[in-house]
Antibody
Framework: EVQLVESGGGLVQPGGSLRLSCGAT????????MTWVRQAPGKGLEWVAN????????YYANSVKGRFTISRDNARSSVFLQMNSLRGEDTALYFC???????????WGQGTLVTVSS | DIQMTQSPSAMSASVGDRVTITCRTS??????LAWFQQKPGKVPKRLIY???KLQSGVPSRFSGSASGIEFTLTISSLQPEDFATYYC?????????FGQGTKLEIK
């Protein structure tokens, strides 16, 4: 069974940094694009970033470009989101997801909450 | 960037009703559109991929269609478990974008 488990969320001051992690089990992690999606409290879904299976291609939402960096370690079946220069509007539940675009089943973690506040 | 206009933002309906939710994109995206359902406190779940292809295991009362830049999710006969929020997602060009969501409530 495929499982995705996020960690690393918490309370951080504006301007601060956090690194989110997502560990995957139950599938050939290195074969899949991985995605971060976030959801602010009471709001809709926002696509944040994508990384290719080999890790050399990555793409970002305009709202986070230049501040967030997605990376992966296929040997550890993990994907990361380094978040710098955090703002109040980055407060959200951050989901790690696999396969949300194509034919194969989509998998989502339960999310990790990031709160940016002084 | 591709803009997504999803409508309505909220609606109420009764069990057994036929419901239609629409996403309009600001430019052509071929069939690179998916539909997701999210229930309160739960993670999203994909219902439709490729604009009209039903995800395995999803009830056949759900269907998707496309006409140019307008995409439609239809629930043919609402069931109690279908009351949720629905989102479209375009993955044709970066940055990918979700629609604003449609909250479907019980009348």
């Amino acid at each position: 069974e495929v499982q995705l488990v996020e960690s690393g969320g918490g309370l951080v001051q504006p301007g601060g940094s956090l690194r989110l992690s997502c560990g995957a089990t139950g599938h050939s992690f290195s074969n899949y694009w991985m995605t971060w999606v976030r959801q602010a409290p009471g709001k809709g879904l926002e696509w944040v970033a994508n990384i290719a299976p080999h890790g050399s291609e990555h793409y970002y939402a305009n709202s986070v470009k230049g501040r967030f960096t997605i990376s992966r370690d296929n040997a550890r079946s993990s994907v990361f989101l380094q978040m710098n220069s955090l703002r109040g509007e980055d407060t959200a539940l951050y989901f790690c997801a696999r396969g949300i675009y194509g034919e194969s089943e989509d998998y989502w973690g339960q999310g990790t909450l990031v709160t940016v506040s002084s | 960037d591709i803009q997504m206009t999803q409508s309505p933002s909220a609606m109420s309906a009764s069990v057994g009703d036929r419901v239609t939710i629409t996403c309009r994109t600001s430019q052509g995206i071929s069939d690179y559109l998916a539909w997701f359902q999210q229930k309160p406190g739960k993670v999203p779940k994909r219902l439709i991929y490729g604009a009209s292809k039903l995800q395995s295991g999803v009830p056949s009362r759900f269907s998707g269609s496309a006409s140019g830049i307008e995409f439609t999710l239809t629930i043919s006969s609402l069931q109690p478990e279908d009351f949720a929020t629905y989102y479209c997602l375009q993955h044709y060009t970066y940055p990918y974008t979700f629609g604003q969501g449609t909250k479907l409530e019980i009348k």
